[in-house]
């Protein structure tokens, strides 16, 4: 754009100027033109590059707080289940269960037997003072 006014001043202060430089004087408006449509663009397409920045951040944050949300489900599942094996290592509930009384079903002491054991394989021991 310097190069074509310095060709526009030298055509008005009257020096010769080749063909070449005449033609593109002639071509200075279509010229300045492009250069505010680039312009624009480069604005518009900057403007979209942050709402596209953007846009990814909140999904990134979705997807992270759905991730979140799905393993605590899953502790909870765990913890739940946990409550319930650690249930069968007490005394009470096993003749609950033995006998089929208080809502218990009737669990033959076998099967009984493996629950208990894959309740203390699976649950650790708890610390009542803490």
């Known amino acids: 754009q310097l190069k074509l006014e310095d060709y526009k001043d030298r055509l008005k202060k009257g020096e ?3 063909q070449d430089q005449l033609e593109a004087v002639e071509k200075y408006d279509e010229v300045v033109h492009n250069l505010e449509f680039a312009k624009e663009l480069q604005k518009t397409f900057s ?3 942050q709402d596209l920045l953007k846009a990814q951040k909140k999904a990134q944050r979705r997807e992270s707080l759905l991730k979140l949300e ?3 489900k899953k502790l909870r599942t765990i ?22 009384v208080n809502g218990a079903i009737y669990l033959p ?4 037997d493996y629950l208990i054991r894959f309740a203390k394989l699976t649950c650790p021991e708890r ?3 803490l």
Do not use: P
């Open 109 to 112: 002491s076998k099967e009984l």
């Open 47 to 49: 403007g979209l590059s």
């Open 16 to 18: 010769a100027l080749n």
């Open 79 to 100: 913890l739940q289940v946990q409550y319930v094996l650690q249930n069968f290592t007490q005394e009470h509930v096993q003749k609950d269960f033995k006998g089929g």
């Open 70 to 72: 799905a393993e605590k």
């Open 127 to 129: 610390n009542e003072s």
